[in-house]
């Protein structure tokens, strides 16, 4: 099987409330994402699609939702003032109904990329998300075949 992987990124803030450590603190991330796609067979072309259909697409969703601005927790007790401002600001909030951690959020993102990639044919494989240089999470598509 052939694959494509279309890099997009982003700047976004988010906190993790119940976190141990650090990361309860509001903070920020250069996200990279990587979504790998898949076609029945390759265009006349010979691509599996092209990869500006998934910057167009996904990146354009991308930069309306989270591109600077923050990725919160619906019913974060500390979101208020921070809702408040980036609403005022025009970058309202995007709210998760589970944590915003990198497993969360690269899930988030797969749902996203099939529903907006689905009418082009294309299907997605693989989307790996880095949170910061050394950490990553990885989405995989649940199949029988795949076990
Ligand atoms: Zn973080």
């Not at 974060?76 to 951690?101: F, I, Q, S």
Request: charged content about 25%; proline content about 5%; some cysteine.
């Amino acid at each position: 099987m052939v694959t494509c992987t279309r890099r997009i990124e982003w700047d976004a803030m988010h906190r993790i409330p119940l976190h141990e450590s650090k990361c309860r603190a509001f903070h920020g991330h250069r996200y990279a994402a990587e979504i790998t796609c898949s076609a029945e067979a390759l265009d006349t072309l010979g691509r599996v699609v092209d990869f500006g259909v998934i910057k167009d697409r996904v990146g354009g969703w991308v930069d309306q939702h989270w591109d600077h601005t923050a990725i919160l927790l619906e019913g974060d007790p500390e979101a208020g003032p921070v809702a408040e401002a980036n609403e005022r600001l025009g970058r309202p909030v995007y709210w998760m109904d589970v944590h915003p951690t990198a497993e969360n959020i690269v899930a988030e993102l797969a749902a996203v990329a099939q529903r907006l990639l689905e009418d082009a044919g294309i299907r997605v494989e693989r989307v790996r998300l880095w949170e910061t240089p050394n950490g990553s999470a990885e989405w995989l598509p649940r199949s029988l075949n795949r076990l």
